[in-house]
Every structure is written in structure tokens, then in C-alpha cells.
């Protein structure tokens, strides 16, 4: 190695002969007056050294920058495919030191669960109703997104808005996008997940050990995390949501929700406001509804909106729904959730795949109009975006409906108040909630995939809801989705099919009720028949 | 003992020696800072010309102040240090002791260079640092190789002024002439570099210079490598000359006139093969950290004698190679190759202390003669005991103790199991000041030996 320290300071250094050379500097008091070629050189090496050090810590840094901070999601050019499995961001987010949001552990934590509790979910994931498609290892409506250093998973709207129907048994299931999820116990599946994340089973020798079996290999750093930080963290998180919405996923104390309901806003104001439930009236809590369709959203907006109609914004009611879902204003992916938002204005609404008796049909139109069912309900034209009836879209009294009321009790003064407190000073902010006194009238495109039917989904065809009361099933079976073309609806009344036990809903638990809406209830059977056979055509 | 070999006087062309026991070449840090000497150093030679060495080969002698190895030295750079040199010399000659100034120049291997070098990185064949402390280095230039020349020339006069009985060149040990004469450290592309002549030109012209300022009649014997063993201690460093190659030069060096070769080992001193014995890292932690800004490697080294879990670290590179060799004698076998080549006498140096030995590679023909340091150190009167068929009462232990000390204190033995106490090895390190250069009433004149309880049982009077 070329010692030359003069080369070093660009400066003169003595000769052997020559003199020392005091370094001039421009203050009084400096230390370092003198460079001595030692000096000099290791000068230089600290350079060098520091210099590498620094490089090192800089990457370090920008790794963990690259490994923890990074956001990225897969982006689907279909629209279609994209509503089923892109993110809207429910997946938990912000920074690693203070991480908002998610309701499901990490993308391989998620895949392994079912395998670490065998006993809490014997029929895997499928059995609480998600919907598998060839080609994802994900069900339709559970999306996956790298967050905070691993690949997360949350939910997004195809997972309530995404529903099946077959023709037989032995037939083919359809998929139909924008259509109530009509199997999806929702409930259950977060208790899955709370139960078997606080598992004593579920440990990182578990954990680890099971992706191993399955082909999934760690890396040494991420089996590092796994055991430092990310078994610990989704178990915090899990005491976290025991802790806000253990009281919402324990049927001992709720009415179940089943197969194709939620409890729309009391999960709300658990996780986005944090009340503490146990404080509230339970009657309050008692709200399962059934998810709306997801189609032909355009001509909507205007209407009051959701089952209560406590909303006339189309936009607000899809972020609020999206908060539904898992996001917090953190979270949120804003473009993601306006893309789908877009697309489902146009959605077509999907036409009734079975046979119609175009004679029976127009008898029932006659029906409809004559029974007033039109003045609430618009006809068929609306998935053109022809609107009539003048009630449409508007809020009956609940005095005058005499349907279920605790939906409607569920949305309180106070958490109206609770939802303009989020995104403030944003152009997200609410500002269209409402508490109203009844049930809005929904208009009925494609009714025939949207039951069971009122708000509850207490009622499960059309034509048993053309009946008083008494004459609607008391107890029926949910889950199954073999179609009934008599009645219009799902066929109530298989039990089991193989290893599945399906849900026998109970009319006459809280919230279940499947009192109300007497409207046509006094037409003759035949009448009734044609008025169902003219809905098909909606 | 009737003709004890070692007791044979020995005849060079210029110079007769009493015995075949030379006191090899010890410093220790006695004198002025600036090279300028002082009693100590004549009570430190008196030392062994009272117990009894044929001649002392001095300490290392600078010829110029950038060559010093450490500050206390006594240097040769100028003419007035021949009154002192003169003074010492007549010490030594009271015992018919002869006296041999060895010339040096460290090159780059300065340990400590001083306040005086301490801005200059140091001469040398080469730019590259040295191996083991990283010290710094410039290659010199023609002028300054020239200057060199004539440094060593006058230093041969004056030593010759003051009544030496001979000149050693320092061409061993790492210091400025191996750094000339090793093929793994000159790495000059000009007349002073590339093969085995051209490497050996420096010394050489140095031989020539003297011997046109001193004339034919003075001893002037030049320290050699037998081999350099370069990569002894870090075995991805170059070897260095071979046997070979070294039996060339010291060729060359006979037929420029030297009057002896002196053989040693060791691409730089202290090295793992020479001195031989231990190498004590409580030791290297106490005082090499006086050495800390003389190289840039130095702070890396004195972590590993430092820091206990390092040290077998340091250790295992430092050992790995001894055991090639023997403690005693650590180089004879060399040495005779020498004997073999040359017509000159040898002196061979590397812990002769065992009286057998010394009369086997005397009387089997492997040397003239052999030069001793750190066993004289323990005793100074070893050749009156070896005369009397004795063996030491307390021999020197090879603990290099001594060596590791002479950074940073006044040179002595430093073997505490030779010593009651370290009260009573620190008092005897201490007699080197004895007698005061302002003599004291009531102080004896005359140095003691070493031991203190062995002082007179072998004690030689002024002659």
C-alpha cells in the first residue's frame, strides 16, 4: 500500500530532511494542529471505515425501509377479478411502530390456522361458506397485501357481495358478482379466528412446523420474525378484537347471524370507535341484516340508502361499508375502493336464469301495480334505470311496515354522531348520516338472487313472504343454495348435504323476527303465483 | 577445563578475540533522547566485559536520527558523540574486552520513532508498511540511498576515532539492509531491486564506502539473514530470501571485505523464530501500548495482547512456526552453511547459553564463534561460569521478558522466577545506574555483575 499522507490533506508533508509544517487554521483553538503520517493514514481508514459502516447501516436501513414499509398489492385488469380479490386496503396497515387495522392474520398464518385448531373448523374455510375459485388460494372476497413486512390478508366487498346458486345438487355452482353472499357465516369465520389464534395449539413451533409440511418455506429471517414479533403481534391483535368484539362472536350471547348476514353497524362502532359493547342495551346488539346486492348502484344514488335508509350519499355508503370491511381511514385504499364503487354503478343486474311463464308474468305485473307494490318498489324497468313509484327509495315508518325493529334500533343518535368524527377535515368526511324511523323501500332488481328476504332475511322465498305471518316457516335451513323456481329463493329445507349441517335459522330469536310487510298477503294463491312469476323478470 | 573450545582466542584479519563469546547486540533505553549517550550505557557494557565476553557487539547504533529504533539510543551521527563512545570503549577495554559498533538504520522498522521522527514516515527500500505493526514507510530516493551511504561511512570513522575495535553492519532483522536485501520486501523496479545483486547493492556500496574512509586494517563484520521467513507469522506475507540467496550476498559481502559474517534469522525483530522462547502477552499488554501511534496496525495488535480471549488468537499465528526450530541454537544449522561457504569466520547469535552446545558448534565446525543476549542479560558473567565447567544457578528462562520490556523501560532481566521478589529484580534492573555519571562518595567505581548473590564468585577485576 502506496503510503503518501501528502496526498492524503493535499498538503505538503515534510520531506525526511525537511521540517514539520504546522497545518494553518483559521481559529485560535484547535486541538489538532499536527497530522502525524499515522495519524494521517488511519485518518483515511476512519474515512474508508466509517464510510463502510455508514454504506452498511444504510442499507440495513434501506431494507428494512424496502421490507417493512413497502405497500404493494396485486392489480387486476378485470374489473370482475379485481372486485373479487383486489384490495381496498382492509388489511392492517400504517407504520410497524403503530400498525391500524386488519381483522385476519397474516397471508400464511391465514392458509395454516385451519391446520393448527383441526377440531375449531373441521370442513376448513370452505365450510363457513367462502367460495374457492381454480386458480386462488384465497377465497373469493379475502385479499392479500404486503404490509409491515409480510404479505397481510383482509377483506374486501365480494366477500358479503359475492353469492352462488345452483340449478340441482349435482349442479354446477355459478358465482355471481354483486350478489348478497348468501352462504357466508361471517360471524363464525371471526370466531374461528379468535379461537384459534388464542389456541394454546397455536405456537410457532405449530405454526412454523405445519407451513413447513405444507411447502411453505421460511426464510431464516422470517421464521425469526415469526417467533420475535408476529405470532405475539397477531395474538395482541386478537386479544384486541376479543377485547371490542368478543361479546358480537359469542352466540350465547348475540342471535347468530347464520349464513348471509352481519351485523352491519355494531362491529362498527366496536372497531372504529372502540365503545365498549357490554355497556350497551343488548337488544341493541341483537341486529343481524342481510347483505344488499352489490349491482346497479347508478340509479340508487339519491335513495336513502342501506336497510334503514340513514344515508342518501352513494359514495359515503360505500366508504362507510368499505370501514365495514376492516379499513380504518389509515388503511383505506381509496383508488382500490373507487374503482370498485365505479364499476358496480354499471353492474348489470343478473337476469333470473330459469324459465319464465311470460303469460303468468304479465297477469302478476297487472297484480303489482293494482297491489301498490309498485308505488314503493319501482318495477321491473329499474335495472334499466327507469324509476318509479313514488316511495321508491324512501323510508316507511317502522309503525307502518311492522317488520323486525332491532336493525333499525341498532343505528343509534350517538353513533351518527360517533361516524362524523372520522377522515375530519377531509373531502371523506360523512356528512349524510341520519337516524331515520323505519325501513327504506328497496327497489327490487334481480330480487330472485337476493334472498331470503326483508332486512333480516327472516322470510326465505318471495312467495312465503306473500303470506301473513303464520303462514311464514318459523324455523328453515340456510346456507344451502340450490334454487327454488317455485317459490323464488333458496330451497329451505335440507338439513345436511354430505358432511355440511346447514344453519337452521330460528324466526323467533331477537332481531329474527319475520313479522311485517303484510303487503299482498291477502291475494289469492294463484295471484300470488303470478305476482312471483312477474318478479322473476325483475 | 584444558583447551576449552570456547576459550581458544579467535583471529580475524584485523582483530583478535579473547574467547569465543560475543555479547550479541542489546540496547536498552539508558541513554540521553537524543541519542546522545550517558554512564549507564558504560556501566551496561562494563557489565558484560567484567563477566568475562571476548567482544561486545553494541547496541543498535544509528547512524542518523532517522534511523533510531527508540528514543535513548545512542546514536553515531555526528562527531561529538566520539567522546562518549571513546569513554565506553575504554570501560570494556579495562577487561581485555573487545568492542564491536554495531551501524544501523532502522528503515521503516521503528518502534518508537520519537518526537524527532515522528512527522516523517520512515526510509526504506519500499512504501509498503511493515507487517506486524503496520509502520510507514517511503522508498528512498537515489539521493537519499547516497546520503544513506555515507552516513554508514562516517559512522565506521568515527567509531574507528573512538578506538572500536571494529564496525558490525546491522544487515538482519528487518531493519534498513534487509529491507533492501529481501526479495519479500524490496519491491524497487530500479538498480537496488529485482534479483539477488541488485538487492545486495545498497550493502554493498556501504561495505565499500567504509572501507574507503576506514581503510583495509579495521574489523568490519556485517549481520546477516540466513533466511528471512517472512511469512512466519502472517502466512499470507511474501517468505523472502532463501538459504540460497543468502549464502550469495554474504558471498558478495566477503568479497567486498567484510572480516566476519555475524548469521542470524528474521524478516523483522522480534520474530516468531527469533529471538526464540516465549513471547509473554502480559508483558505485550503492560508496555506495547507505547507503541500505539507507530503504526497503523499498532491499536489492532495491542487489542489482541490486550483482550485475554484474543490472545491465542495472536499466539497460535505467533507459535505456529517455532517448532521448526530449537530454542538453543535456534539457527546453527544455517549457520554452518555459512561456515561451509565462506572463508571468513561466522558468529552465530539465538540462545546459546548451554557451555555444551557452544563447544559442539564451535569444535564440530558449524561456527567461529557465537553472540549472546538475553542469557549474558540473566547472567552477566555466563563465560566465567562456563570457564569454571559450571552451569548458572539461575539460567535464563528464554521468557523474552526482557525484550518486551526494553520498549519502554531500562533493559534488564525481567524473569521474576529467577528472583526472590520483583523488589529485588527491580533493584538489580536499577544497578545499570551504577555508578552515577557524578561519582558519589562511598559508591563503588565499578559496576556489579548480575546476579547481585553471584556478583563476585566469578567476578573478573580490571585489567
Known amino acids: ?133 381454480k386458480g386462488h388460494d384465497l377465497p373469493v372476497g379475502v385479499t392479500k397485501r404486503y404490509r409491515l413486512g409480510f404479505e397481510q390478508v383482509g377483506v374486501n366487498c365480494a366477500l358479503c357481495h359475492t353469492g352462488t346458486w345452483r340449478e340441482t345438487p349435482a349442479g354446477e355452482r355459478h358465482i355471481v358478482a354483486g350478489m348478497p353472499a348468501n352462504r357466508l357465516q361471517i360471524q363464525r369465520l371471526f370466531k374461528f379466528i379468535l379461537d384459534s389464534t388464542l389456541d394454546e395449539r397455536f405456537t410457532a413451533d405449530n405454526v412454523i412446523g405445519l407451513m413447513k409440511r405444507n411447502g411453505v418455506h421460511l426464510s431464516w429471517m422470517d421464521r425469526l420474525l415469526y417467533r420475535a414479533t408476529l405470532l405475539a403481534r397477531v395474538r395482541e391483535a386478537t386479544l384486541q378484537m376479543q377485547g371490542r368484539m368478543g361479546l358480537l362472536m359469542d352466540p350465547a350471547q348475540v342471535t347468530e347471524w347464520g349464513p348471509g348476514r352481519v351485523d352491519t353497524f355494531n362491529p362498527y362502532k366496536a372497531l372504529q370507535f372502540n365503545w365498549p359493547l357490554a355497556q350497551l342495551p343488548r337488544q341493541e346488539l341483537n341486529a343481524p341484516s342481510d347483505y344488499p346486492s352489490l349491482w346497479n348502484q347508478a340509479p340508487r344514488d339519491g335513495m336513502d340508502l342501506h336497510w334503514d335508509g340513514n344515508n342518501a350519499s352513494l359514495a359515503e355508503r360505500n366508504l362507510s361499508a368499505s370501514l365495514g370491511a376492516g379499513v380504518t381511514p389509515v388503511t383505506i385504499d381509496h383508488p382500490n375502493v373507487d374503482r370498485v364503487a365505479a364499476w358496480a354503478r354499471t353492474l348489470p343486474a343478473p337476469k333470473y336464469p330459469f324459465a319464465i311463464d311470460a303469460a303468468k308474468a304479465t297477469r302478476g305485473q297487472a297484480l303489482y301495480t293494482a297491489a301498490h307494490c309498485l308505488d314503493c318498489h319501482g318495477d321491473h324497468r329499474f335495472r334499466d334505470g327507469v324509476k318509479t313509484g313514488q316511495y321508491l327509495g324512501k323510508v316507511t315508518p317502522i309503525a307502518e311496515i311492522g317488520t323486525d325493529p332491532l336493525r333499525l334500533n341498532s343505528y343509534t343518535f350517538p353513533f351518527a354522531s360517533n361516524q362524523y368524527t372520522l377522515y375530519p377535515e377531509s ?41 301473513p305471518d303464520a303462514n311464514r316457516p318459523a324455523t328453515f335451513y340456510k346456507g344451502y343454495d340450490v334454487y327454488d323456481q317455485q317459490k323464488v329463493g333458496f330451497v329451505y329445507n335440507v338439513a345436511s348435504e354430505g358432511a355440511t349441517q346447514y344453519y337452521l335459522f330460528d324466526t323467533s330469536k331477537p332481531g329474527n323476527g319475520k313479522a311485517g310487510h303484510y303487503y299482498g298477503t291477502t291475494l289469492s294463491p294463484d295471484e300470488k303465483d303470478a305476482l312471483v312469476e312477474y318478479m322473476k323478470t325483475f | ?80 558523540k566520539i567522546p562518549f563512545w571513546r569513554h565506553v570503549i575504554d570501560t570494556v577495554h579495562k577487561y581485555d574486552c573487545r568492542f564491536i559498533i554495531q551501524l544501523s538504520h532502522s528503515g521503516r522498522q521503528r518502534d518508537v520513532p520519537g518526537v524527532e521522527n515522528f512527522m516523517h514516515p520512515g526510509i526504506s527500500s519500499t512504501s509498503k508498511q511493515d507487517t506486524f505493526h503496520g509502520l510507514l514507510c517511503q522508498a528512498a530516493t537515489q539521493k537519499q540511498i547516497d546520503d544513506l551511504v555515507s552516513w554508514f561511512a562516517q559512522g565506521a570513522r568515527r567509531a574507528r576515532e573512538a578506538g572500536a575495535d571494529g564496525v558490525e553492519l546491522h544487515s538482519s532483522h528487518g531493519y534498513l539492509f534487509t529491507q533492501f536485501l529481501s526479495s519479500a520486501i524490496n519491491d524497487r523496479k530500479d538498480k537496488y531491486g529485482g534479483d539477488v545483486e541488485n538487492r545486495a547493492r545498497f550493502l554493498v556500496e556501504v561495505i565499500r564506502a567504509i572501507r574507503k574512509e576506514v581503510g583495509n586494517d579495521f574489523h568490519v563484520q556485517a549481520k546477516l539473514n540466513a533466511v528471512d521467513a517472512g511469512n512466519a507469522l502472517y502466512p499470507w506475507e511474501k517468505k523472502g530470501n532463501s538459504l540460497e540467496e543468502s549464502l550469495q550476498i554474504a558471498k558478495m559481502a566477503e568479497a567486498e571485505g567484510v572480516d566476519a559474517v555475524h548469521v542470524s534469522i528474521g524478516s523483522i525483530f522480534p520474530h516468531p523464530q527469533l529471538p526464540s522462547g516465549a513471547f509473554p502477552p502480559d508483558e505485550l499488554n503492560w508496555w506495547y501500548g507505547g507503541m500505539g501511534s507507530s503504526g497503523v496496525r499498532a491499536y489492532l495488535n495491542y487489542a489482541m495482547f490486550h483482550f485475554k480471549i484474543l490472545r491465542p488468537v495472536f499466539l497460535y499465528l505467533w507459535n505456529r512456526s517455532k517448532k521448526q526450530r530449537p530454542i538453543e541454537g535456534v539457527c546453527a544449522e544455517e549457520a554452518r552453511e555459512f561456515k561451509k561457504a565462506l572463508k571468513v569466520p561466522i558468529i552465530n547469535t539465538g540462545g546459546y547459553q548451554d557451555g555444551d552446545l557452544i563447544r559442539k558448534v564451535i569444535s564440530e565446525g558449524y561456527v567461529d564463534a557465537v553472540s549472546i543476549a538475553r542469557p549474558l542479560i540473566a547472567n552477566n558473567n555466563l563465560p566465567l561460569i562456563l570457564k569454571h565447567g559450571d552451569v548458572p544457578e539461575r539460567p535464563c528462562t528464554f521468557c523474552n521478558r526482557c525484550l518486551v520490556n526494553a520498549i519502554a523501560n531500562p533493559l534488564g532481566c525481567y524473569e521474576p522466577r529467577r528472583f526472590r521478589d520483583h523488589e529485588e529484580m527491580i533493584k538489580e534492573v536499577m544497578t545499570v545506574y551504577r555508578p552515577q555519571p557524578f561519582p558519589v562518595p562511598g559508591e563503588p567505581t565499578s559496576v556489579a555483575l548480575s546476579p547481585s548473590w553471584e556478583a563476585n564468585k566469578h567476578g573478573a577485576e580490571p585489567g
Not at chain 1, 54 to 61: E, G, N
Not at chain 1, 118 to 131: M, W
Not at chain 1, 448 to 454: K, Q, V
Open chain 1, 1 to 133: 500500500m502506496a503510503q503518501n499522507p501528502a496526498k492524503i490533506e493535499g498538503q505538503t508533508l515534510p520531506t525526511i530532511e525537511g521540517q514539520t509544517r504546522v497545518q494553518a487554521k483559521d481559529r485560535e483553538l484547535v486541538d489538532n494542529v499536527y497530522g502525524s503520517p499515522v495519524d494521517l493514514w488511519q485518518h483515511r481508514f476512519r474515512r474508508i471505515g466509517c464510510g463502510i459502516i455508514f454504506l452498511i447501516l444504510l442499507l440495513i436501513i434501506l431494507w428494512a425501509i424496502w421490507r417493512f414499509e413497502r405497500d404493494t398489492t396485486e392489480s387486476y385488469a378485470d374489473n370482475v377479478e379485481h372486485f373479487k380479490y383486489g384490495s381496498i386496503g382492509s388489511e392492517p396497515g400504517g407504520s410497524l411502530m403503530d400498525s391500524q387495522g386488519g381483522l385476519l392474520p397474516p397471508y400464511e398464518i391465514f392458509r395454516v390456522l385451519p391446520q393448527v385448531t383441526p377440531d375449531r373448523l373441521p370442513g376448513g374455510y370452505e365450510s363457513l361458506g367462502l367460495t374457492f375459485e
Open chain 1, 427 to 467: 373531502k371523506y368526511s360523512f356528512r349524510h348520516f341520519k337516524k331515520t324511523g323505519g325501513y327504506a323501500n328497496q327497489p327490487l332488481d334481480a330480487i330472485w338472487a337476493r334472498g331470503p328476504y326483508l332486512h333480516n332475511g327472516s322470510v326465505p322465498t318471495l312467495r312465503d313472504l306473500l303470506e
Open chain 2, 1 to 80: 577445563m584444558e583447551n576449552d573450545p570456547i576459550f581458544q582466542p579467535l583471529k580475524f584479519r584485523n582483530l583478535t578475540v579473547k574467547n569465543r563469546i560475543f555479547r550479541s547486540s542489546i540496547s536498552g533505553r539508558f541513554d540521553n533522547y537524543d541519542g546522545s549517550g550517558n554512564q549507564a550505557r558504560a556501566n551496561w557494557e562494563e557489565k558484560f566485559a567484567k563477566g568475562g565476553v571476548g567482544a561486545i557487539i553494541t547496541s543498535f547504533v544509528p547512524v542518523h536520527i532517522t534511523g533510531r529504533i527508540l528514543p535513548n539510543y545512542p546514536m553515531i551521527d555526528a562527531d561529538d
